[in-house]
């Protein structure tokens, strides 16, 4: 294994995403609203439930439509707690891996599609690595920013759920073991299942639009998971989560398979 072009590659892309502002900073500007100003807005949402027409006081009914195995935890709780801890530990969990998801997925599109589009293609063909050497360095390029992003994310909503929930909960309630598994198990492989199809389509594709709007679909799941967690059919419990990641890193294997089977320079040399 050629770790020294794999590196040379990886920071060569790398350097590219971070210089097209038109990807740069997305990735940037979404992480800090959907885990810096969401969950501190989220958090404040107790304050005003005596408001005419906030209509919080349902939060009695929400709960009783929820999994018996949810309810079981939030007995503990008063009202308005249990109204911060089903919002920020349950209802905006799937949002998280929304961040790796599309941050692997952003990186990934631009890695072949990208080359095609700056006209750099060739020398990318000519550097001394394997198809799959080449293959392995485009995956790093996306799946280490997303990680980054996906823990750094993860210790920024913990700071700010636990700092603006404060005056309600009265303690630190977050992360609970659900979360880190989420972030440690889970995060990863959803990064994962986002750049191999991603990369698998921007290796066709002729523009970096065509690569990610084609790529996306892969979010599908996520949005299931929202769906199922607003409407009282599921919660991202313990063991569901470790089964999400189980079965995630399952069609990461098979998409590493697949893209390293299907994945040829010589294709890509014909697609210029």
Excluded: H
């Excluded at 590219?16 to 885990?35: A, E, Y």
């Excluded at 309810?71 to 929304?98: K, S």
């Excluded at 949005?223 to 199922?228: A, E």
């Amino acid at each position: 294994m050629n770790w020294r072009s794999i590196r040379a590659i990886v920071r060569k892309d790398l350097r590219v995403v971070f210089q097209n502002k038109g990807v740069s900073i997305p990735l940037i500007v979404l992480p800090v609203l959907v885990l810096g100003v969401m969950p501190g807005l989220a958090a404040l949402v107790p304050r005003f439930q005596d408001l005419p027409g906030a209509g919080l006081t349902e939060i009695g009914d929400f709960v009783q439509r929820l999994p018996s195995g949810l309810r079981a935890e939030l007995a503990g709780y008063n009202e308005a707690q249990t109204l911060i801890v089903v919002l920020l530990v349950y209802l905006l969990a799937p949002m998280y891996l929304v961040l790796p998801l599309m941050v692997a997925s952003v990186i990934a599109a631009d890695s072949f599609a990208g080359e095609k589009e700056r006209k750099t293609m060739e020398a990318l063909l000519y550097t001394p690595t394997t198809d799959g050497e080449l293959l392995l360095a485009k995956m790093l390029s996306a799946w280490l920013p997303a990680l980054g992003i996906a823990w750094g994310g993860f210790i920024l909503y913990g700071i700010v759920v636990n700092a603006a929930a404060w005056s309600t909960m009265g303690r630190i309630f977050f992360p609970n073991t659900m979360w880190v598994i989420l972030a440690l198990w889970v995060a990863p492989a959803i990064a994962g299942m986002g750049l191999g199809t991603t990369v698998l389509v921007s290796a066709r594709a002729e523009t970096f639009q065509e690569a990610y709007q084609v790529g996306a679909i892969v979010v599908l799941p996520i949005v299931l998971m929202v769906v199922g967690q607003a409407t009282g059919v599921m919660y991202l419990s313990t063991w569901l989560v470790g089964l999400v990641g189980l079965v995630l890193w399952a069609v990461d294997v098979v998409l590493l398979w697949v893209g390293g089977r299907k994945f040829r320079r010589t294709e890509l040399a014909t697609r210029m």
